[in-house]
Nanobody, 117 residues
């Protein structure tokens, strides 16, 4: 069982930067893992932000998320990261990471970000 764990959420001011991390609770990432970042506000469609492959570090972003969001991973820290610049009130929502391993997708519990104006 793979259990993603997000951390780093909280309350920020508009214009701030914030970085979320995704780790494997009680475990480690392995070579073929793919990490994806999503966000979803209550009552709204889930939005994909982007993905990164653990081994190669190949990144892809949704067109609507290009520019302010950067996904990266660190082998030594055994974490994947989502860095966000220029936070806006409309970025207020719950952010999730998931890990795809051996064709199975595992979801974290999510972390709330609130951006105040």
């Amino acid at each position: 069982q793979v259990q993603p764990a997000e951390s780093g959420g909280g309350v920020v001011q508009a214009g701030d930067s914030l970085t979320l991390s995704c780790s494997v609770s009680g475990g480690t990432f392995v070579g073929d893992d793919m990490v994806a970042w999503y966000r979803q506000a209550p009552g709204k469609e889930r939005e994909v932000i982007g993905t990164i492959t653990w081994d190669a570090g190949s990144r892809h972003y949704a067109d609507s998320m290009r520019g302010r969001f950067t996904i990266y991973r660190n082998y030594h820290e055994n974490r994947a990261w989502l860095h966000m610049n220029g936070m806006k009130p409309e970025d207020t929502t719950i952010y999730y990471c998931n890990i795809k391993r051996n064709s199975v997708v595992y979801w974290g519990q999510g972390t709330q970000i609130t951006v105040s104006s």
